[in-house]
């Protein structure tokens, strides 16, 4: 699998054995970023997984559709994986599934009602039928030597859970992504009094969701949205559009109930949007009044200002709904009057392609709400204050921070810090790094490659960091390929070089200038005993890149090609 300059230069062969009756746990992702969150957990000679999801590529990966978590150090141990447990229903926990799963298909997948649906239905499009294991909040199952129970946690996205695994070597508590609203649209919140008890059993290591640690307070509650996004559907004169994540149901419950009180029908935009609401209503997670909502094509012949749409694309994704309507690309053409309500926070990476997209829209006419201009979002995460009552519940004797950047690892471990746990047992650690847990003290014990695996098309791994670096350079400066006729003999040029561009300007002079360069390199006396086809194709290529980056300050993707006169 192709990996990231990040990853790790050892093995796990080079890690020492893990001792008798002691845990294993190694982050594979999540850590040092916003997604593709996933931790492997050992003892006795079994592996448990906790989530397996994907992170979105950013503006400098062109071309790649998702990132996933590097399985190199599973890929002897698939015997060994008693289960993999999902905290939640989000890509960026579930995303990666169906990748390990094509491992090996037979894997039990843990989890809540609407977190085994969405996966099931998204394995449905890999033609996989999982074998799943149901669980409810209190629920105890045993997975190989893994003993796990299940905490009730509040989050954007219903039937979220925390997982307390308890082994030999000690009891761990993983949060997954969770807050502490404590008016939750579902009235579900977060159960500190399971958080407390396990606590009294004493939790040798909590693994805390860190994204919002270094915001201070408490998240505000999802129903203090509620007024915004009324007064959007109150006033606004013609068709609204809303977009979201496609399994964020809190919200769109929010918008069904908006659309119902201001007389208006709602559709549903795109694949996954319509999959998975339509998944939430069957479930009963997304109550909707009879009628309210209608298959798109009825919606054309209604009055503008009956119109709600419910649409994918709130990250800036190239080809989601959103985006196409802003580029005017998708069958769903905006004009003056309507209203596009945009009710997701900004992943990290994103800013450019949404205010790229805001932009086009004020362009066109079309009144843009989003989280910086009105009240339509909050965060699904905890932040400081509500990690500290976390920290001042469960007591914990270690603490790895989960779940964000390395400034919000950072900031979490402070707060564990400043509540009491000494700072020699909070380990922040990066993807990758292996923490042993053994006669109650935590330890890092060696790494494994962590790297960042592409999806791109139909294939997984095969794009490399190297040819991510090719596609900048096309798209930053185009592309020259220069022709070599030359003199097998002596690796003179027969014929004047060619120069082909593809965006990138050419100016005679300075190609003429080129040639010059490569003519003199290759009368050098060292160039004409050159038998690789390789290295004389390198030598023009270097030659000319460092002319070019003289004359233009451009650095092109530079091609040679070296045919025999």
């Known amino acids: 699998m192709a990996r990231s300059p990040r990853k790790s230069k050892s093995t796990k062969k080079s890690l020492p054995a893990l001792p008798a009756g002691g845990l294993r746990v190694t982050p594979l992702g999540g850590l040092g970023e916003v997604g593709r969150n996933m931790t492997v957990f050992e003892h006795q000679g079994k592996l448990l997984i906790v989530d397996c999801g994907v992170l979105f590529p950013e503006e400098h990966q062109p071309g790649i559709d998702v990132i996933l978590p590097d399985f190199t150090s599973l890929r002897d141990r698939w015997a060994d994986v008693v289960g993999v447990v999902l905290t939640h229903g989000h890509e960026d926990h579930i995303g990666g599934v169906p990748y390990l799963l094509k491992e090996r298909p037979d894997i039990p997948l843990i989890g809540s009602e609407l977190t085994l649906a969405f996966i099931s239905a998204k394995l449905t499009e890999h033609r996989i039928t999982p074998k799943t294991v149901h669980v409810e909040a209190e629920d105890v199952h045993q997975a190989g030597p893994f003993e796990l ?67 201070p307070g408490f998240t505000t509650s999802e129903r203090e949205l509620t007024p915004a996004i009324d007064k959007v559907f109150a006033t606004a004169p013609k068709r609204i559009i809303v977009s979201s994540f496609a399994s964020h149901v809190h919200r769109i419950q929010q918008v069904i109930d908006a659309a119902h009180a201001s007389g208006r029908r709602v559709a549903f935009v795109g694949r996954s949007m319509v999959k998975n609401m339509g998944i939430a209503r069957d479930l009963g997670y997304l109550k909707i009044p009879r009628g309210l909502v209608v298959d798109f094509k009825k919606l054309q012949s209604m009055p503008d200002d009956k119109v709600a749409l419910v649409c994918t694309g709130s990250q800036g994704e190239p080809m989601a709904a959103l985006s196409r309507m802003a580029n005017q690309t998708h069958q769903i053409k905006l004009a003056p009057g309507d209203t596009v309500l945009m009710a997701s926070s900004l992943i990290p990476g994103n800013e450019n392609a949404i205010y790229g997209i805001i932009n086009k829209f004020t362009d066109l006419g079309v009144t843009v709400v989003h989280k910086g201009n009105a009240k339509v979002h909050v965060s699904g995460h905890a932040s400081a204050g509500e990690l500290v009552y976390c920290y001042n519940i469960v007591k914990p004797t270690h603490v790895m921070p989960v779940h964000g950047e390395s400034k919000h690892l950072h900031a979490n471990a402070e707060l564990a810090v400043r509540t009491g746990v000494p700072a020699e047992r909070v380990l922040v650690v990066n993807d990758g790094t292996v923490v042993d847990l053994v006669d109650g003290r935590a330890s890092v014990a060696g790494r494994v490659e962590a790297g960042l695996v592409y999806v791109d098309g139909h294939t997984v791994g095969k794009v490399t960091e190297e040819t991510l670096v090719e596609r900048r350079l096309l798209q930053e400066g185009g592309a020259v390929t220069v022709v070599a006729i030359v003199d097998p003999d002596t690796n003179t040029l027969a014929e004047p070089l060619e120069f082909i561009t593809k965006g990138f300007i050419q100016d005679a002079q300075i190609f003429n200038g080129a040639a010059e360069k490569v003519k003199t390199a290759l009368a050098k006396p060292g160039a004409a005993h050159i038998d690789d086809l390789e290295e004389l194709e390198k030598l023009i290529v270097d030659t000319v890149g460092r002319h070019l980056d003289r004359a233009y300050r451009r650095a092109p993707l530079i091609t040679a090609v070296v045919i025999d006169a």
């Open 149 to 215: 129970e299940f905490v009730a946690v509040n989050h954007s996205i219903p039937d979220s859970l925390a997982v307390a695994i308890r082994t030999d070597a000690g009891l761990v508590l993983h949060t997954g992504d969770f807050k502490m609203d404590q008016f939750p649209l579902d009235d579900r919140i977060t159960d500190l009094r399971h958080f407390a008890r396990l606590g009294e059993e004493g939790v040798d290591m909590f693994l805390t969701d860190s994204t919002n640690a270094e915001v």
